[in-house]
């Protein structure tokens, strides 16, 4: 059985612990595409050309422990806007998503690009100081050096960078379901989005 749910949204709007829940609670696969970006960018970091290293990503890339860091994150989304950098990733991310047994991935272009025929299409985002002030919580805890300023500068950087590039911009499937998680604890976000899964199923 194969049953696909796409999941994208700008940084720190709660889309990653949105689909982690999601793929526990139906026991679907899950693959979290931005650290695909985040392997490359960490490789580009150590000098390494980003579409060559996006066509030799390795698995063991994927499972380094020093990839959730700003600066990481600013490199991956500079890789993830070269044309060749997301070709290169496009048939790892479809193959997944085809896997029986159902998936749940989540990035910025997975219902517009990557599976545009998934069952379940969602738009995870939140305002910008929510999600800044999510993502400064998360950051502080790493480096007391981490301000709010910085980040939500940092944060409106990339999803200018994200929405304004050529290729595969972030922006929502015209058929995807928006969930706004601004005024939401992670519970009631996750249970809107198992709510929507199991309506596409015809659960219950």
Known sequence: ??????????????????????????????????????????????????????????????????????????????????????????????????????????GRDIGTVICPNAQVKLYVTASDIVRAERRYIELVARDSATTRAGVLADLKARDARDSERATAPLRPAPDAVVLDTSDMDIAAAVQAAIAVVEKARGDG
């Open 1 to 106: 059985m194969q049953f696909t749910v796409a999941i994208d949204g700008p940084a720190a709007a709660g889309k990653g612990t949105i689909s982690k829940a999601v793929a526990a609670h139906f026991a679907f696969a899950h693959l979290d595409t931005g650290l695909l970006y985040r392997a490359v960018g960490r490789r580009v970091l150590a000098g390494e050309d980003a579409v060559s290293a996006a066509a030799d990503l390795a698995p063991e890339d994927l499972a380094r422990d020093d990839l959730r860091n700003a600066q990481v994150a600013q490199a991956a989304s500079k890789a993830a806007a070269l044309p060749e950098v997301r070709a290169a990733l496009v048939a790892f991310q479809r193959d997944f998503a085809a896997r029986d047994g159902g998936a749940v991935l989540d």
